[in-house]
């Protein structure tokens, strides 16, 4: 069956920065890819509020994601961590803020409860940080 998509396209961003194949990509700081993102995220929200086709705004969305990504590799060129421990926080913070999502529970629950979840959260890891 091989790799899924999304494997493949990790796979070439890994070769495009970490392996340095893109002359593009080694050019890039974190603070461009700062830039590029705000760039292409104006981008899509232009193609979403202009009613724009259904390909264009998934292209949209795909740069986003390859620029998210970039930038994930740029962090670990950088030494500054890896795209491992980058997801690895995301879980983990989807874990602490929406642990609904990990139970096998099916019983939904609102958009009110969720939030409330949320901001508990939130509100437990700034007093952490403090």
């Known amino acids: 069956m091989g790799d899924s998509v999304f494997s493949?396209?990790?796979n070439l961003i890994r070769l495009m920065v970490l392996d340095g194949r893109?002359?593009?990509s080694r050019e890039q700081s974190l603070l461009s890819m700062i830039?590029?993102?705000l760039q292409e995220c104006q981008e899509f929200s232009d193609a979403v509020s202009g009613g724009k086709a259904t390909?264009?705004?998934?292209?949209e969305a795909g740069d986003i994601l390859t620029l998210t990504l970039?930038?994930?590799?740029?962090?670990e060129r950088e030494g500054l961590t890896t795209t491992e421990n980058i997801a690895d926080q995301a879980i983990a913070k989807l874990r602490?803020?929406?642990p609904y999502l990990f139970r096998d529970?099916?019983?939904?629950?609102?958009?009110e409860e969720a939030d409330h979840l949320w901001e508990l959260a939130?509100?437990?890891e700034e007093k952490l940080q403090e």
Do not use: D, V, Y
Not at 55 to 59: C, D, F, K
Not at 70 to 75: D, K, N
């Open 105 to 111: 529970c099916h019983k939904p629950i609102t958009l």
């Open 35 to 37: 830039e590029h993102i």
């Open 96 to 98: 602490r803020r929406a």
């Open 22 to 24: 893109c002359p593009w």
């Open 8 to 10: 493949q396209l990790m």
């Open 55 to 59: 390909q264009e705004i998934g292209s």
């Open 70 to 75: 970039i930038l994930c590799f740029l962090l």
């Open 122 to 124: 939130k509100l437990r």
